[in-house]
């Protein structure tokens, strides 16, 4: 029986490290080929690694919470066919990097890789104590993401009323069963303390060695010493898709010179439609909100002011405005782990129907952890709906390799001046940033309201 170590592979494009978020197996498990082994996070999204052998779970080398670089051992496995001795999968002979589908040729692959994923993975029983996690019956049938989202907000899954085809538990029940209207919001908010301020007593410390006098030791301060009580303040690693949004953002914000425009809209018709597409038989399976008809406008707008939809690029002969022909729409996602701006491609050749389903399945694997980087790569222009947090407006930073991004505020009933008189209305702001560098203020200015017509008169878009 010869022993393998596992590697941890290249599940992205060029990524280097990843996080471990759970381990399915513990030393002493017999595992079958594509069973999942470990749950990890990486800077893209959530990946279950399967087992691309058979055997017996020797030990494992990286604990959960560890982040771990591409290429490091993870765990080893006894494998239940000899072999010539011990050997790596994700790792050649001579110790680089291998095929990170660990195919070692005997048809063994990892999910996502190779075969094109038609294999079932079992998970196993959680290694950590039932405590530190939420309880989740292991006879409850529901596929990972749902199990995730399940511990994110606390759902006991054997308590959940099971609605999909195969008897399986969805993320609508999930969410049902939680009360929430939208996984965005905050479960609990804890409270403020009673008291605002308190002083806390420092003992003095023994002197180093035997001074003749020892020197009179400084006080500190309120804020210092509200600081040093346990529990008052917490430390958060930056890793992940929180990593990997930060320096994003900031490469973004101090490469491109943003400016931003924003304008009101009534958008008492786009209303209107929403609810005409929620009853036609056309759309009864699709979901359909305010954000479908923001997707057709600013894919309409993009072809009238092209620039919105370039990107600046940084050549060796100088710098280039490279205009894309085509849009792949970003729609900014906060989920439970962090913001993902997963992108439809070639948008502009869908249908309203169609644009609506990619809109729901982008929306859906984003806030169940199932994005691929493949997905959030090559984006073209971004959406961010905002009014899902209640905000009217705001000043979104562009997304890299983006010109422009554009916000939709809440849509909310106000007085409107029509034909002369005040009347209630449904109204929101349409917001955006631009990249200064690729687009002038007419430019911009001009797109905002052309989107904004759209809203205001949806009609428009059967020209």
């Known amino acids: 029986?010869?022993?393998?170590?596992?590697?941890?592979?290249?599940?992205?494009?060029?990524?280097?490290?990843?996080?471990?978020?759970?381990?399915?197996?513990?030393?002493?498990?017999?595992?079958?080929?594509?069973?999942?082994?470990?749950?990890?996070?990486?800077?893209?999204?959530?990946?279950?690694?399967?087992?691309?052998?058979?055997?017996?779970?020797?030990?494992?080398?990286?604990?959960?919470?560890?982040?771990?670089?591409?290429?490091?051992?993870?765990?080893?496995?006894?494998?239940?066919?000899?072999?010539?001795?011990?050997?790596?999968?994700?790792?050649?002979e001579h110790g680089e990097p291998g095929d990170p589908s660990g195919d070692g040729g005997?048809?063994?692959?990892?999910?996502?890789?190779?075969?094109?994923?038609?294999?079932?993975?079992?998970?196993?029983?959680?290694?950590?104590?039932?405590?530190?996690?939420?309880?989740?019956?292991?006879?409850?049938?529901?596929?990972?993401?749902?199990?995730?989202?399940?511990?994110?907000?606390?759902?006991?899954?054997?308590?959940?009323?099971?609605?999909?085809?195969?008897?399986?538990?969805?993320?609508?029940?999930?969410?049902?069963?939680?009360?929430?209207?939208?996984?965005?919001?905050?479960?609990?908010?804890?409270?403020?303390?009673?008291?605002?301020?308190?002083?806390?007593?420092?003992?003095?410390?023994?002197?180093?060695?035997?001074?003749?006098?020892?020197?009179?030791?400084?006080?500190?301060?309120?804020?210092?010493?509200?600081?040093?009580?346990?529990?008052?303040e917490e430390t958060i690693a930056v890793k992940g898709v929180r990593k990997a949004t930060s320096s994003a953002m900031v490469q973004s914000a101090y490469s491109a010179p943003h400016v931003s425009v924003w304008t009101d809209v009534d958008a008492t018709r786009t209303m209107e439609l929403v609810k005409r597409l929620k009853a036609s038989p056309d759309f009864a399976d699709v979901k359909v909100s305010p954000l479908l008809i923001m997707a057709r406008a600013v894919i309409w707008a993009v072809r009238r002011t092209p620039m919105v939809n370039a990107a600046w690029v940084d050549a060796e002969g100088g710098a280039e405005i490279r205009v894309r022909r085509y849009v792949?729409?970003?729609?900014?996602?906060?989920?439970?782990?962090?913001?993902?701006?997963?992108?439809?491609?070639?948008?502009?050749?869908?249908s309203m129907r169609d644009l609506a389903r990619a809109l729901e399945k982008l929306t859906l694997t984003a806030r169940e952890g199932r994005t691929t980087p493949a997905d959030q790569q090559g984006g073209t222009i971004t959406i961010t709906n905002i009014g899902v947090f209640g905000m009217d407006a705001g000043t979104p930073i562009i997304n890299p390799g983006e010109s422009g991004i554009v916000a939709l505020g809440t849509i909310r009933q106000k007085p409107w001046v029509v034909d002369g008189e005040v009347r209630p209305r449904f109204v929101t702001t349409v917001s955006g940033s631009f990249d200064h560098r690729v687009i002038d203020g007419d430019g911009m200015s001009r797109f905002i309201a052309d989107v904004a017509s759209i809203l205001e008169e949806p009609a428009l878009l059967l020209d």
């Open 328 to 350: 792949n729409l970003g729609i900014a996602a906060a989920t439970p782990r962090g913001l993902l701006v997963p992108n439809i491609k070639d948008a502009q050749d869908l």
């Open 1 to 92: 029986m010869s022993t393998q170590t596992f590697l941890l592979p290249d599940v992205g494009e060029g990524l280097t490290e990843a996080e471990i978020v759970q381990w399915r197996v513990k030393p002493g498990d017999s595992v079958a080929v594509n069973d999942v082994l470990v749950e990890i996070e990486t800077a893209k999204s959530l990946v279950e690694l399967p087992s691309p052998f058979a055997g017996t779970v020797g030990e494992v080398l990286a604990a959960e919470g560890e982040t771990v670089n591409v290429g490091a051992p993870i765990i080893t496995i006894a494998a239940t066919t000899d072999a010539a001795g011990p050997t790596t999968v994700g790792q050649s």
């Open 106 to 232: 005997d048809g063994a692959v990892l999910v996502g890789y190779g075969t094109g994923g038609h294999v079932q993975s079992r998970r196993r029983k959680p290694a950590a104590p039932a405590e530190q996690r939420v309880a989740a019956s292991v006879g409850v049938v529901a596929k990972p993401p749902i199990r995730k989202l399940a511990r994110d907000l606390g759902v006991d899954l054997a308590a959940v009323q099971p609605s999909g085809p195969a008897g399986e538990v969805t993320r609508d029940d999930v969410m049902r069963h939680a009360s929430q209207a939208s996984v965005f919001r905050n479960i609990e908010t804890p409270a403020w303390g009673d008291v605002r301020e308190e002083t806390i007593p420092v003992p003095a410390r023994e002197p180093a060695g035997p001074p003749a006098v020892a020197p009179a030791k400084p006080v500190p301060d309120a804020t210092l010493r509200q600081a040093q009580e346990p529990g008052r």
